[in-house]
């Protein structure tokens, strides 16, 4: 129906290029959009794939470092790529706004929301500041945020991630602009909080018949959001049909095997014997920074050659346990056994062979490594540390890691981290955990930063590793897809105690605890009526409310 | 935390800052080889006339207790007196102290508008040719000593164009516009010193935020460029400005040394050398704690600066 309404977006053989290192090389080669007025069009693909920059593009603008070096967009008749900056000013916010990944890093944090809300519009002289305060709180109604006259008059850290993002929303919303970037807008937010969004996000597009272009990675996401989809890979377009038929039968291989990612599954283990000591039991543990409690008696055990995967929202107290079995955060009651045997609390007290046994693979392989050191020097610096080896036994043993996870150390041992992959890096992170020889590791978030064809591949070689090697994982996640594809057992966590727990064919079959079914409903699925179902199913008022409770 | 105890906190630990540095300079006067007494009587005095004054003067005291005594009239203002001409120094502190404060006042009022201005300009024109003028403008002005400086503007606006009085004396009785038009040389080869540091700061501070998502934002919501640097930028630049700011206002008081004496002007600073000199230790030990006081004051003042400029600590949640 969209169609006939007239095109409002047309790019034509964009290219962009971008500078590094003092030369100029091309990010987006040729592309080409059409979007009609009230459509909304997914753009998605993996990081690189330059979806952003062309969102961008389509107002007109590239960051600093990049430049669009050909082709056409015109917006509504309007030939953006030759118009000068203060024309396109004009345009920015009044007809065509954006809205961002992080509502939290994208709201200035000195102005209240209100002032941010206004600008636009009394800038453009659309409406009054009067006028627009007034359409703030409307906006703010329809996108259902708790207190709409008062919540504007916060502070952006006053004002939770998942309301934030509803508030920029009605910001993008505030001069009723005929198109709207979305850049991952609920990439940054836990799955309970992003149907709300989601719900938000659609609704208010539908009322006031907006178009939009709404990129993201998630392609379950994408499914519920988009009219028409548009796969891209490496500032290429693969392809674009409308949303059902892209889903039911995509044509090329590379959309099928985005298609195909969720597919990997290990088998779940047997059940453990009983009378069998684990690995590392955590008993009765609570913790606190300073007077906030964040654990709460937690308790569950890790066998070995198995998986718990520890699944909660963020501040849940997931990452919090792991420091507390690490000895990072020495605990305030409860403790800690490896073997059956309890540990002291802080690791300052613990012995170099008890510190071996736990080893932690971190989400941000990007930060985790030391930038200046060479591959075969950080994961060879912990071999030494704890086995003692030198010179070509040490060698010989990082050779053999390196092999291990997959990298022929003739090429990578003498690399720096910047000089690898967002996977590579991951997979030094894993080796260097392995160096330690230890019985048991914990997965920190370490497939979220990750694409999801690279992260099935980490998920696979650490399936591999605890298969030869007999390792106990700690896998902590918010992604369920992840649990369901790796997890034995689960481990679910809420405000810092433990809701339920168990073998993981139990956990993914009702009934569940209030709190795990709402978790589990809430991961979207790339059915494109998922979302309407579950609204209807939670009744489309109280989804704020199902959330919270 | 909350603001009230962060600023209590800070305040207390400026008092106890102020504490050593008092301990500090009075313990580097007792370290001085030689005996007071002896110096004042000069090498012809007997050595009764020298007990007699050392008695006189208290020195025959334990350390510990002068300093005490020190510490405690210091607290109410008064110093002692001057070995040099037996007044007050408190007397001969007062009226120098404020007319130190006068000039920082008077460089402070050009300086500090016109590098943060500079500064914004820089940064919204960045890579500019006025970035570049402002930049290598102030550079030169910071690299060339005071004197230098101080000396160069009485050439052109002393000597050869007689505008303004070459010699810089201020008295208590001169009525504030004659008083701000005879301090205008000496403020303004202050205000060539330190613009370079706070303009340059303000630049960077403003630029290192261009890149946050938010100031993306406000450009992808239309708004104009100055606006984005004023209204988005510079606010959350504040806490670094605040602290340069601070920095250069307490070089302004405590640093003047040289320029008061270019100018002749009769500030702390002259007073400091003419009783180094003659060894009048009171004197020095006042005018050391008076500018460790208002060193102290200002960066606490900065403290509590940033603490306020931050809308987290400003806004509990």
Request: net charge negative; charged share 25%; with cysteine.
């Amino acid at each position: 129906m969209a169609r006939e309404r007239g095109l409002l977006l047309k790019i034509r053989g964009l290219r962009i290029e971008g500078r590094a290192d003092e030369k100029w090389f091309e990010i987006v080669h040729g592309v080409d959009l059409d979007l009609h007025r009230g459509e909304v069009m997914g753009l998605i693909g993996e990081s690189g794939a330059g979806k952003s920059t062309i969102g961008l593009a389509a107002m007109g603008f590239t960051r600093d470092g990049c430049r669009i070096s050909d082709g056409t967009i015109e917006f509504d008749g309007m030939e953006l790529t030759s118009s000068p900056e203060e024309d396109l000013r004009m345009l920015r916010g009044a007809r065509i706004a954006y809205v961002a990944q992080s509502a939290a890093a994208s709201f200035n944090p000195a102005h209240k929301l209100i002032d941010q809300h206004t600008a636009a519009p009394v800038q453009h002289k659309i409406r009054t500041r009067r006028e627009s305060e007034e359409d703030a709180m409307e906006l703010y109604r329809r996108l259902r945020l708790p207190n709409p006259e008062e919540i504007g008059f916060r502070y952006p850290h006053q004002v939770s991630g998942g309301q934030l993002q509803r508030a920029m929303t009605a910001m993008a919303m505030s001069c009723r602009p005929d198109l709207i970037i979305f850049d991952e807008p609920t990439t940054a937010l836990d799955v309970t909080t992003q149907i709300e969004v989601l719900a938000a996000i659609r609704d208010i597009v539908d009322q006031f018949d907006t178009a939009a272009l709404y990129i993201t990675h998630d392609l379950a996401v994408v499914a519920q959001m988009a009219d028409r989809i548009k796969v891209l890979l490496r500032g290429d377009e693969v392809e674009e049909a409308d949303t059902r038929s892209m889903l039911s039968s995509p044509q090329e291989e590379y959309t099928k095997s985005l298609w195909a990612v969720r597919s990997f599954r290990r088998e779940q283990k047997p059940a453990v014997g009983a009378g069998e000591t684990p690995v590392i039991s955590v008993s009765g543990v609570s913790a606190a920074y300073g007077p906030v409690r964040v654990l709460d008696d937690v308790s569950f055990d890790i066998h070995r050659g198995r998986t718990v995967a520890v699944v909660g929202e963020s501040g849940s107290g997931k990452s919090t346990a792991a420091r507390c079995i690490t000895g990072l955060l020495p605990p305030t009651a409860g403790e800690i056994r490896y073997h059956g045997e309890a540990l002291p609390a802080s690791f300052r007290n613990r012995t170099k062979d008890q510190l071996r046994q736990a080893q932690m693979i971190y989400q941000m392989a990007d930060t985790a490594l030391n930038p200046k050191k060479r591959i075969g020097e950080i994961i060879g610096r912990p071999v030494a540390f704890y086995s003692g080896r030198r010179g070509a036994e040490l060698k010989k043993r990082v050779d053999e890691l390196l092999d291990e996870i997959e990298l022929e150390p003739s090429q990578y041992y003498h690399r720096l981290p910047s000089e690898l992959s967002g996977g590579q890096k991951q997979r030094v992170g894993i080796a260097r955990a392995l160096a330690a020889e230890p019985s048991f590791i914990i997965c920190d978030e370490v497939t979220s930063a990750l694409d999801q064809l690279v992260a099935e591949g980490i998920l696979r070689l650490l399936s591999r590793l605890q298969d030869e090697l007999d390792l106990a994982y700690m896998f902590i996640t918010h992604d369920l897809a992840t649990v369901r594809s790796i997890a034995d057992d689960v481990v679910v966590m809420k405000e810092g105690r433990v809701v339920e727990a168990g073998p993981k064919d139990e956990m993914f079959r009702p009934p569940h605890h209030e709190y795990t079914d709402l978790l589990l409903s809430s991961v979207p699925e790339m059915d494109p009526d998922w979302l309407d179902h579950l609204l209807e199913q939670r009744g489309v008022d109280n989804i704020g409310e199902a959330a919270r409770k | 935390m909350g603001v009230v105890s962060l600023v209590a906190k800070r305040l207390g630990l400026g008092l106890v800052t102020l504490l050593v540095v008092s301990i500090i300079i009075f313990g580097a006067v007792e370290l001085l080889p030689g005996d007071l007494a002896q110096q004042i009587l000069g090498q012809a005095a007997t050595p009764e006339t020298v007990k007699a004054l050392r008695e006189d003067l208290g020195l025959d005291r334990p350390a510990v207790v002068r300093y005490f005594d020190w510490l405690g009239g210091a607290v109410r203002g008064d110093f002692g007196f001057s070995l040099a001409n037996k007044r007050s120094v408190a007397e001969q502190l007062g009226p120098r102290f404020a007319n130190t404060l006068f000039l920082a006042a008077v460089a402070a009022a050009f300086s500090i508008p016109i590098s943060i201005l500079l500064g914004v300009l820089a940064a919204l024109w960045r890579e500019s040719v006025f970035d570049r003028i402002a930049n290598v403008s102030t550079l030169t002005s910071i690299s060339s000593p005071e004197f230098f400086l101080g000396y160069i503007l009485i050439l052109f606006f002393a000597v050869l164009n007689p505008w303004f009085p070459s010699i810089s004396s201020v008295t208590a009785d001169m009525p504030f516009t004659e008083r701000v038009f005879v301090t205008l040389l000496p403020a303004l080869t202050l205000t060539l010193v330190v613009i370079a540091h706070m303009m340059r700061m303000t630049r960077a501070a403003i630029i290192a935020l261009l890149a946050s998502p938010y100031i993306e934002m406000a450009r992808l919501k239309g708004e104009p460029r100055w606006k984005v640097i004023a209204v988005h930028a510079l606010p959350n630049a504040l806490a670094p400005i605040i602290n340069v700011v601070a920095l250069n206002l307490a070089y302004l008081i405590t640093g003047v040394v040289l320029v008061e004496i270019v100018f002749v002007y009769p500030g702390v600073g002259q007073l400091l050398v003419d009783s180094v000199t003659k060894r009048d230790f009171p004197v020095v030990q006042a005018c050391c704690l008076v500018f460790a006081a208002t060193y102290i004051l200002l960066n606490l003042v900065a403290d509590v600066g940033v603490i306020l400029s931050n809308p987290r600590l400003r806004h509990p949640k």
